[in-house]
């Protein structure tokens, strides 16, 4: 196993050999099965927040197959006073932000915060055991230590690898949902 940041460059470069065509249908699985783990949690039932994310760079479109319902719901990241915070908002709400030092669509800073109970967790790469590799610069990591929200991984299968480097402050995966499957994690 290489270190993180080799690890992070094996995972961009295989994702950015993925073709748009296949992206769009890998895209589409992950969604439906985010969408009957989502029900099967009874996310609606609960009228629980979800915290999602605007996907960048072949993250997956999470969203393609989500029941509208759902879409009512989602909260989206946010930057305030040097934390990672989640705001109510959907898609056609978001507007491009900078709050993470990168070009990413965001929510209005007027939208509400939540502290959502479901969080979509975007990452490089991921295990069955729920570890995670993510971008490098710990924003969800320092939100999740915090936060006792189920934490649900999402990635193409071929993002998964059987084992990752964890420092003390990683957060696991309680699920992870990808085109192929949905690994439940016992943590």
């Known amino acids: 196993m290489g270190t993180k940041s ?3 460059l094996e995972l961009k470069t295989k994702l950015s050999l993925i073709s748009d065509l296949e992206y769009k249908e890998l895209s589409l699985k992950v969604s439906k099965n985010l969408n009957n783990l989502l029900n099967r949690l009874s996310v609606i039932q609960r009228h629980s927040a979800i915290g999602v994310f605007a996907p960048i760079l072949k993250e997956p479109l999470w969203f393609l197959s989500l029941e509208e319902e759902f879409k009512k719901i989602t909260a989206y990241p946010a930057y305030a006073n040097e934390m990672m915070i989640y705001r109510l908002a ?6 491009v932000s900078q709050d993470f030092g990168v070009n990413i ?15 979509i967790v975007p ?3 991921f295990t069955k055991t729920g570890k995670r590799l ?4 710990g924003f969800y990591d320092r939100y999740l230590e915090n936060h006792s929200a189920i934490k649900i991984g999402i990635a193409f299968e071929a993002q998964l690898e ?4 964890v420092d003390a402050h990683d957060v696991l995966m309680n699920f992870v949902v990808t085109d192929q499957q949905i690994y439940k994690i016992n943590v």
Do not use: F, H, N
């Open 134 to 137: 993510g971008r490098g610069k």
């Open 6 to 8: 080799e690890l992070r």
């Open 123 to 125: 990452g490089l790469g």
């Open 90 to 95: 959907q898609m056609s709400e978001l507007v």
């Open 105 to 119: 669509l965001g929510p209005l800073k007027s939208a509400p915060e939540v502290s959502p109970e479901i969080i």
């Open 162 to 165: 059987s084992d990752l480097p």
